[in-house]
């Protein structure tokens, strides 16, 4: 099992930034990879960054290349999403999601089912 807890959410105006934070513990030598979602009222939760846990690889939606920089702390088991130049539509709730094994084909990390665990979310609202 792996528990994953996020925080750094808050309000914040467009054009300014924020920095999450995802704490994981329990088996965490077992993870493979970790990501960011997330999901705005009414829509489905969607792919925002993934990065291998032992380095290596980050992946990124189209829509926030160049704004967010995700970054691990192995040592303190530590998952952040560093993101810039916020607008109102980044307003949503923000997953931390935790994946054990490697998968193949196109996007495969980009898929909220590739991934094992979640945190429980953190608000991220943009007032423009």
């Known amino acids: 099992q792996v528990q994953l807890v996020e925080s750094g959410g808050g309000l914040v105006r467009a054009g300014g930034s924020l920095r999450l934070s995802c704490a994981a513990s329990?088996?965490?030598?077992?993870?493979?990879?970790m990501g960011w979602f997330r999901q705005a009222p009414g829509k489905e939760r969607e792919f925002v960054a993934t990065s291998r846990w032992s380095g290596g690889w980050t992946y990124y939606a189209d829509f926030v290349k160049g704004r967010f920089t995700i970054s691990r702390d192995n040592a303190k088991t530590t998952v952040y999403l560093q993101m810039n130049s916020l607008k109102p539509e980044d307003t949503a709730v923000y997953y931390c999601?935790?994946?054990?094994?490697?998968?193949?084909?196109?996007?495969?990390?980009?898929?909220?089912?590739?991934?094992?665990?979640w945190g429980q979310g953190t608000q991220v609202t943009v007032n423009s």
């Open positions: 329990g088996r965490t030598f077992s993870i493979y990879g």
């Open positions: 999601a935790a994946t054990m094994d490697y998968c193949s084909g196109s996007g495969c990390y980009e898929k909220r089912d590739s991934y094992d665990y």
